[in-house]
C-alpha cells in the first residue's frame, strides 16, 4: 500500500511475488520477513527492506534516491 | 494459556527422541504436535541435541526432519555434525532432511514499520512438504532475535504464530534459545513465554575447576515429569547421552542366591556368602588389605566357573597382575581363557559420566557375573559431590539391575580407623560393607576386619583379625578388647 506510492513515482521496475504461493522463490532470496523490499540497483549493492515502508523519508534515504519534494 | 491445548483430553502421543534415559525423564518422549523450547549457555549442547532429534527422527523412527538455522549455513552444520556420525549431507539427498536456511544474509537490511514472519513460515512450510516431515528444529531463536533486534514485540507475536501453525500440522517442534546465565532467567528474550508447551535445559557447570553437563526438564505442559537436573555427556560418534538416573525407579529384583566373597572364612561370617546381586563396599585404610579381598572376590568367582570384571582406579594392569600373583592368583591366565578382563584407567582420563557409560557398556559386551570397581574414592577426587552421589545411585543400581555381583572399595583418610568420605554417600546404597581396620593391642599393630552390614542377612558381629602371606588372606581370632574401630588414634570421647 505504501509501496503503491513508490511504484507510480520513479522509473523503476517491481516485481511482486506471494511468498504463500512461490515458498521456492522465497526460499532462494532468503526471506524471513514480509514484507520484504528487495531494492536491485545496477552497480549498487543490493538492499533490502523489511516492513510496511510507513516511513517514506527513511526508505528514500535508505535507498539513496532524491526525494521529489512532493513526498 | 494455550487455547489448542483443551481439547487434548486423550492420552498425549510421545515422540521420542532417541536419547533413552531423557525420554524416560518426560515419559516416553516429547509430545507430539507440541513446541519445546530447549535452552541453554553457548556450548551447553543446544545444537547437538536438536540435530540428534532429527537424526535419531530419520535414523530410528522413520520419521523426516527439517532443520531451520539461523546461525550457521547448512553446510557448516553438516561438516560439524559428521563428528557424532550423522551423516546430514546424505539424508539431504534422500529426502529425509530438509533445511531452511535463515542463517544471516551479506545484504544490507534496514526495517521500517510493521512486518510479519510469513515468509520463514512458507519457507518451512515448504520444507516440511517437500520431505513430508514430522520434525522441525529451529536453531536458534536467539540468532532470530538478534536480526530483529529492535522489534521484540513484533517477533514474540510471530514466533507464536510459526509455533502454532507448525503445530497444527501436526508436527513436533523443537526450538533453541540461548541463556545468558546457567541458573537465572530461562532464556534470554524470555522466549519460553510465548511459544512453549515445554521447557528443557542444558547446562554446562563449571565447579571445582569440572564441567558438569546436565539436563533438565522444567515444564512439560498437560504431562508428568521427572524433576532436578540429570547428567548427561557428549560422545563422539553417538551425541547426547543421558545417564539414567536409576533413583527413579527401585525395580530391580533381590535375589536371595549366595555367590562366594572369595575367602570361605568371610562367607561364613557373611553367613553364606554375598547375595548375587548385590553391592559389597570393602573399606579401609591405605595397606589394610582392599585390593586383596577384590582380587580374592574375582578369583573365587573365576573359579566357581563365573566371569569378572575388574576396573581398576589406583594401579596399573602390571602392578594388579603382580600382586594378585603375590597371593597365589594368576590373573593374566584368567584374562587369557575369557574368564577375567581388567581394565585400568585414571579417574582424571574422562568425566564421571563417561566413566560410568564406559563400565555400563563394558558390562554389557563381556556380561560379567561380578564386578570389582578399585577404588571409588580415586574416582571421588575428580567429581563434584553431587555428581559423585548420582553416579554412585546410577552404578549401585546398574550392577543391581544386571543380576551381578558388586564389590567396591574405598579408602578411608587416617590409617586407624576414621571414615571415608565415600562412605557417607555409599553406605546407604550398598546392601553390605566389610571395614578393614588397623588396630593397635599393646604395643603391636593388627589388621582387624568386620562386617558392619550385610542387608537382609545374619552376619558375625566380632571383629576379627588377620593375617596377610602369601597364599592370601587368613582370619585369626577375634580381639578381646573391643577397640573403637570409627574413632581416629586421637579421636576424643565425649
Known amino acids: ?71 | 494459556m494455550n487455547s489448542q491445548d483443551t481439547d487434548n483430553a486423550d492420552i498425549l502421543e510421545r515422540v521420542k527422541t532417541g536419547v533413552n534415559a531423557f525420554d524416560e525423564l518426560v515419559m516416553g518422549g516429547l509430545p507430539r504436535a507440541r513446541t519445546t523450547v530447549v535452552g541453554g549457555t553457548p556450548g551447553s549442547g543446544k545444537t547437538v541435541f536438536a540435530t540428534q532429534f532429527l537424526a535419531h527422527g530419520i535414523t530410528m523412527y522413520g520419521e523426516n526432519g527439517v532443520l531451520v538455522t539461523f546461525e550457521e549455513p547448512p553446510r557448516d552444520i553438516e561438516a560439524n555434525m559428521r563428528g557424532f556420525g550423522w551423516n546430514l549431507a546424505s539424508w539431504r539427498r534422500d529426502k529425509r532432511l530438509a533445511f531452511v536456511d535463515a542463517s544471516p544474509p551479506a545484504n544490507d537490511e534496514l526495517v521500517i514499520g510493521d512486518f510479519d514472519l510469513t515468509g520463514l513460515l512458507a519457507r518451512i512450510q515448504h520444507a516440511v512438504k517437500a520431505v513430508d516431515a514430522r520434525r522441525v528444529v529451529l536453531d536458534s531463536l536467539t540468532q532470530l532475535f538478534d536480526h530483529f533486534i529492535a522489534d521484540p514485540k513484533i517477533l514474540r507475536r510471530e514466533l507464536f504464530h510459526i509455533s502454532s501453525a507448525l503445530k497444527q500440522s501436526g508436527l513436533t517442534v523443537l526450538m533453541t534459545a540461548e541463556r545468558n546465565t546457567e541458573y537465572g532467567e530461562i532464556t534470554r528474550h524470555r522466549l519460553e513465554e510465548f511459544v512453549a508447551d515445554n521447557v528443557v535445559i542444558l547446562r554446562n557447570v563449571l565447579h571445582r575447576e569440572k564441567r558438569r553437563r546436565t539436563i533438565e526438564v522444567l515444564k512439560m505442559r498437560g504431562s508428568h515429569h521427572a524433576e532436578g537436573e540429570a547428567p548427561f555427556t557428549l560422545l563422539a560418534s553417538q551425541g547426547v547421552v543421558a545417564v539414567p538416573l536409576s533413583s527413579l525407579r527401585l525395580e530391580q529384583q533381590s535375589s536371595m542366591v549366595r555367590v562366594t566373597s572369595g575367602n570361605p572364612q568371610i562367607d561364613v561370617m557373611c553367613g553364606g556368602g554375598f547375595f548375587r546381586d548385590s553391592v559389597t563396599l570393602v573399606s579401609g585404610a591405605t595397606g589394610t588389605g582392599k585390593t586383596l579381598l577384590v582380587t580374592n572376590f574375582l578369583a573365587g568367582g573365576v573359579a566357581a566357573g563365573e566371569k569378572a570384571i575388574l576396573f581398576g582406579y589406583e594401579e596399573s594392569k602390571g602392578q594388579l597382575y603382580r600382586n594378585a600373583s603375590g597371593w597365589g592368583v594368576d590373573f593374566a591366565k584368567m584374562e587369557a581363557e575369557g574368564k577375567l578382563r581388567v581394565i585400568c584407567l585414571y579417574p582424571e582420563a574422562q568425566s564421571l559420566p563417561d566413566h560410568l557409560l564406559m563400565i555400563q557398556s563394558l558390562v554389557d559386551e563381556f556380561k560379567p557375573n561380578r564386578i570389582a570397581v578399585d577404588s571409588l574414592s580415586a574416582l571421588e577426587r575428580i567429581a563434584p559431590d553431587t555428581g559423585f552421589r548420582e553416579f554412585l545411585i546410577s552404578l549401585t543400581s546398574f550392577i543391581k539391575k544386571r543380576e551381578i555381583a558388586g564389590l567396591c572399595t574405598a579408602t578411608s583418610k587416617s590409617l586407624i580407623g576414621g571414615e571415608s568420605a565415600s562412605e557417607q554417600h555409599i553406605s546407604t546404597l550398598t546392601d553390605s560393607i566389610v571395614l578393614l581396620r588397623y588396630i593397635q593391642e599393646g604395643e603391636i599393630m593388627h589388621r582387624g576386619l568386620i562386617v558392619l552390614k550385610m542387608r537382609g542377612s545374619e552376619h558375625a558381629k566380632e571383629i576379627r583379625r588377620f593375617s596377610i602371606d602369601s597364599s592370601g588372606m587368613h582370619l585369626g581370632e577375634p580381639f578381646k578388647d573391643a577397640p573403637n574401630v570409627f574413632a581416629g588414634a586421637d579421636a576424643e570421647y565425649t
Open chain 1, 1 to 71: 500500500m505504501h509501496l503503491r506510492k513508490f511504484m507510480n513515482a520513479g522509473a523503476w521496475k517491481v516485481e511482486i511475488v506471494d511468498v504463500l504461493a512461490r515458498p521456492e522463490l522465497a526460499e532462494q532470496a532468503g526471506i524471513l520477513a514480509t514484507p520484504t523490499l528487495i531494492y536491485e540497483n545496477i552497480g549498487g549493492r543490493p538492499r533490502r527492506i523489511v516492513g510496511d515502508l510507513s516511513d517514506t523519508r527513511r526508505v528514500l534515504e535508505f535507498l539513496g534516491i532524491e526525494p521529489d519534494g512532493d513526498a
